[in-house]
């Protein structure tokens, strides 16, 4: 019976660890608010996500009519550099829309 009530008072310890601080402080009558976009910097962070999205369609049309496998993979390579300087503008983005 003691080791249970142990076992089950450190699980319960562990677990208040792992929350984060901020929820120990939240105010549910006063939320922070959310980011409102810049407009300049939302359309410039829209435009490059156009750009982005329209050379990474290209590099996958490229990439559909490529034979070689090496050539494919350096195509890949590309897809990836775009995909990685696309997904944090889309995430930016996408604050901002949920803020509306």
């Known amino acids: 019976m003691r080791l249970m009530l142990c076992v089950s008072l450190i699980a319960a310890l562990a677990g208040c660890s792992v929350v984060p601080p901020a929820a120990w402080t939240y105010d549910p ?3 922070r608010p959310r980011p409102a976009p810049d ?3 939302a359309v ?3 435009q490059r996500i156009a750009e982005l999205a ?3 369609n290209a590099i996958r049309a490229r990439i559909a009519v490529e ?3 090496g050539a494919r993979l350096a195509l890949y390579e590309d897809l990836h550099r775009v995909g990685r300087e696309l997904a ?3 995430r930016r983005i996408s604050v901002y829309a949920e803020a509306r």
């Open 54 to 56: 329209l050379e990474k």
């Open 67 to 69: 034979r070689d496998a």
């Open 29 to 31: 009558t006063n939320p």
């Open 44 to 46: 410039q962070a829209n």
């Open 39 to 41: 407009q300049a910097s």
């Open 88 to 90: 944090p503008l889309e």
